[in-house]
């Protein structure tokens, strides 16, 4: 295939992800209470009142800045939950003078389950029996661009190969989590061509 063809798949299987992989909504919504709670208290938040019955206010004080306050909600179910973890990942990004994507791509390492769009950058030579090998998947977290390391074996490592060879993006199942600086999904099911993408 020559150069600028290569190229230009490339660029639109980017674009393709940049689009379509894990919206906003879905990384909100994957975002358990617990998961939020452990970050908030790693990071020097306590808590400080109920807010009804369905949510909890956090506060942090800076010496420069005064007093910061999440409220964060309970139950994943609440009708307005995206909105208030997408007010709190706000907030954190200020205290925190990082980017609202670097906070929730922090948030979304923690091993949590989510549906992966990619394409497979990388194929390692494979293991012969049982058949299985690592792929280097390029999928989208947080809004960003990502490197995503997995380990697949049977018929998802040959449907693998088969994305790779006609560069065809994929769909998954797994858990998402950050090791060593390094971004891995385990447990990946369900893993089939994206039929949404016209190919």
Known sequence: MPNSLISTVNFNCVHLL???TVRDIECLKSIEPKQLQAYLKAHGWYEDRPF?????IWL???EQRGKFEILLPLKTNLGDYVTRISEAIETLAVVESRSQVEIL????????TITLQGVVMHINTPNSDPLSGQIMLLGVVG???RKIKTELTGYDYILAVKAY??????ICLGELSKETGNFVLKNVRNLMFDESWDH
């Open 143 to 145: 809004d960003k661009l």
């Open 18 to 20: 940049m689009n379509v």
């Open 52 to 56: 009804l019955d369905n949510a909890m």
């Open 60 to 62: 942090k004080q800076d």
């Open 105 to 112: 791509s922090e948030l979304l390492s923690g091993g949590q």
């Open 165 to 170: 060879q006609e560069r065809y993006p994929i």
